[in-house]
């Protein structure tokens, strides 16, 4: 099977390999469906919200947090092909976008290729941006909170588990590199020579 070829049963992804070999990742419809609604929860998404959507690409997080989270959660959202990011600023005021969901080198582009003449705070409706793709550097979160006056959500998960973590709603940047509480399906670690086994709690294994 090759990276991000979608089968009847869901989505196969390859895994970026940071933590060790590259891995094959299968999700089946049911994986799919469960980790968009754990983001449905933990975010608080809902109909009256509008998504601006400028990631490019099919990695789980895309997939979940953004696809499949608005669709199940009947939100408005906006699909592009890549970040562009002085049509980013147009786009997000007509159509009055409520939250976003990118990386960090995406977070730094839209804020360096603002507008002298908007002001987010008083003239975009953004509520809520969301990190992806890479730690949240507390300087970064503390700049986008303070254009936006919304709140900065860090996040984590992985290619094999979408979502693992995320801060509440209610997050003021209080803990400096804060990923969040659990709120992802359940993680196990098992022996990485049967993966049938789980593995007590203090052990070294594979998630």
């Given at each position: 099977?090759?990276?991000?070829y979608v089968y009847s049963e869901?989505?196969?992804?390859?895994?970026?390999?940071?933590?060790?070999?590259?891995?094959?990742?299968?999700?089946?419809?049911?994986?799919?469906?469960?980790?968009?609604?754990?983001?449905?929860?933990?975010?608080?998404?809902?109909?009256?919200?509008?998504?601006?959507?400028?990631?490019?690409?099919?990695?789980?997080?895309?997939?979940?947090?953004?696809?499949?989270?608005?669709?199940?959660?009947?939100?408005?959202?906006?699909?592009?092909?890549?970040?562009?990011?002085?049509?980013?600023?147009?786009?997000?005021?007509?159509?009055?976008?409520?939250?976003?969901?990118?990386?960090?080198?995406?977070?730094?582009?839209?804020?360096?290729?603002?507008?002298?003449?908007?002001?987010?705070?008083?003239?975009?409706?953004?509520?809520?941006?969301?990190?992806?793709?890479?730690?949240?550097?507390?300087?970064?979160?503390?700049?986008?909170?303070?254009?936006?006056?919304?709140?900065?959500?860090?996040?984590?998960?992985?290619?094999?588990?979408?979502?693992?973590?995320?801060?509440?709603?209610?997050?003021q940047l209080e803990r400096p590199?804060?990923?969040?509480?659990?709120?992802?399906?359940?993680?196990?670690?098992?022996?990485?020579?049967?993966?049938?086994?789980?593995?007590?709690?203090?052990?070294?294994?594979?998630?």
């Amino acid at each position: 099977l090759t990276p991000n070829y979608v089968y009847s049963e869901g989505l196969v992804l390859h895994s970026s390999g940071t933590s060790g070999k590259k891995k094959v990742v299968p999700y089946s419809m049911r994986h799919l469906i469960v980790g968009a609604c754990c983001v449905i929860q933990s975010w608080n998404l809902h109909p009256n919200q509008v998504n601006m959507n400028m990631t490019r690409g099919w990695g789980s997080a895309i997939c979940i947090r953004h696809s499949w989270a608005s669709v199940l959660s009947c939100i408005s959202t906006t699909l592009s092909s890549g970040l562009v990011p002085n049509a980013w600023w147009t786009l997000t005021t007509q159509l009055g976008a409520t939250w976003y969901y990118a990386a960090p080198t995406m977070h730094h582009a839209i804020l360096a290729s603002k507008p002298a003449e908007i002001d987010p705070s008083t003239q975009l409706q953004i509520r809520m941006i969301c990190n992806a793709a890479g730690g949240l550097l507390p300087s970064l979160a503390n700049e986008l909170r303070a254009t936006f006056n919304c709140t900065v959500l860090p996040s984590y998960g992985m290619t094999e588990c979408m979502p693992i973590a995320s801060p509440l709603i209610t997050y003021q940047l209080e803990r400096p590199g804060c990923s969040g509480i659990p709120c992802g399906p359940h993680l196990s670690v098992r022996d990485q020579l049967d993966i049938t086994k789980e593995l007590e709690r203090g052990k070294t294994g594979a998630v």
